[in-house]
């Protein structure tokens, strides 16, 4: 009973430590860092798919030497993120807010995953449970006669 716990449990393991790492606040940045975390979740608006960190177009030079500037005035993550909304809307993230409908299309496949691979265990517990079908001795008894025959 124990062995076959003991992968669920160490799984369980992984699972929160790997969620741990991921969710973990980084606590306080250096400028530089925050300005790069910034530039990484901005989308260049005049490049197809670059965040603002790794593209070379004018906009992108100007957002980052504007969000230098706003992380020394002092504002707070939140709030330069937010005045990027107010300006371009909110294609300029990268990654859509973790509010409302752009919730919903992040969760909603992990969802569908997790839905269908418990009924695939479920089904595959069921067909394990049930006593497999052997021939009785009436039915050895038909195929000789068909056999003979």
């Given amino acids: ?6 992968a669920w ?20 940045q ?31 030079r100007a957002i980052r ?3 230098k500037r706003r992380i020394k005035a002092g504002q707070s993550d939140a709030e330069i993120r937010q005045a990027y909304i107010d300006n371009y809307g909110e294609s300029i ?3 859509p807010q973790d509010s409302g409908v752009s919730l919903l299309v992040w969760i909603l496949p ?3 995953v997790a839905l269908g691979a418990t009924g695939i265990v479920f089904a595959l ?3 394990r449970d049930q006593p497999h079908l052997h021939a ?14």
């Fill in 110 to 112: 992990v969802v569908v």
């Fill in 30 to 60: 250096s400028p530089a860092a925050r300005a790069h975390d910034l530039e990484t979740e901005l989308k260049c608006p005049e490049c197809q798919g670059l965040s603002v960190a790794d593209s070379q177009a004018p906009t992108s």
């Fill in 93 to 95: 993230l990268l990654s």
């Fill in 1 to 6: 009973m124990i062995r076959r716990w003991g």
């Fill in 9 to 28: 449990i160490a799984l369980g393991i992984v699972v929160v430590v790997a969620l741990a790492v991921v969710l973990w606040p980084n606590g306080s």
């Fill in 125 to 127: 517990r069921r067909n």
């Fill in 136 to 149: 009785t001795e009436a039915d050895e008894q038909l195929v000789e006669r068909q056999r003979d025959a």
């Fill in 65 to 67: 030497a504007d969000i």
